[in-house]
């Protein structure tokens, strides 16, 4: 059962466009939210955080939306650039007796053409 | 940030050999995690390993097939045991570090089972 979905695979947008990567998770309690990206033959690295207290979080050209009723959460990339083409990780953080665990989407891959 | 050196960065591999992966971090941390994301599929964690003490497991995963060493606070290993083609992933070190403690991860190691 897989508790935080990411739902499209792939998402292909044009430079300078808005990138809308999306995101919905199953367990109400989850209360920090994370978005990694991941190139080729590189670990992930950290985006973009938000936590359940807030709906929004913005950094730059990446602004993270969260919603909780609808337990969806969305990374907004605005303008898009060549560079942005990478795989992208949602993760949620849940307490569990002390140690916080995250969870991961399996992830969409992310290709901005020039 | 930490800096996470992973090594081998990939290996094939024959069915039924062994293989360990060395993490090794720039600083001293408490905890280091191992996951595994297998082909098309989200980041799984295997074990968190402190150091002086037994790993935990996570569901799903023994001590036989993934024993993890944590000599020191800088250094650990986990080696995938008696590998089949399904062992197959790329495994990933992890450290939480910074404000908030995000989860800073090494390059991965890709292993292909024959």
């Known amino acids: 059962d897989q508790q935080v979905k990411q739902n499209s695979p792939s998402l292909s947008v044009q430079e300078g466009r808005i990138s809308i990567l999306n995101c919905d998770y199953t367990n109400s309690m989850f209360d920090y939210f994370l978005w990694y990206k991941k190139y080729p033959a590189e670990g992930p690295t950290f985006l973009i955080s938000?936590?359940?207290?807030?709906d929004k979080n913005e950094d730059g050209r990446f602004t993270v939306f969260l919603n909780k009723s609808a337990k969806h959460l969305s990374l907004h990339i605005v303008p898009s650039q060549p560079g942005d083409s990478a795989v992208y990780f949602c993760?949620?953080?849940?307490?569990?007796?002390?140690?916080?665990?995250?969870?991961f989407g399996k992830g969409t891959k992310l290709t901005v053409n020039p | 940030s930490a800096v996470i050196s992973q090594k081998p960065s990939r290996d094939i591999c024959q069915r039924g050999t062994s293989l360990t992966i060395q993490c090794q971090v720039d600083s001293q941390v408490t905890m280091m995690f191992w996951y595994r994301q297998q082909p098309g599929q989200s980041l799984t964690l295997i074990a968190t390993a402190n150091q002086g003490s037994e790993a935990t497991y996570e569901s799903g995963f023994v001590i036989d097939k993934f024993p993890i060493s944590r000599p020191n606070l800088t250094f650990s290993t986990l080696t995938v045991s008696n590998m089949s083609p399904e062992d197959s992933s790329i495994y990933l070190c992890?450290?939480?570090?910074?404000?908030?403690?995000?989860?800073?991860f090494g390059s991965g190691t890709q292993l292909s089972v024959l």
């Open positions: 938000i936590s359940s207290i807030k």
């Open positions: 993760a949620a953080s849940v307490d569990q007796g002390g140690s916080e665990k995250l969870v």
């Open positions: 992890s450290v939480r570090q910074g404000v908030n403690e995000k989860l800073f």
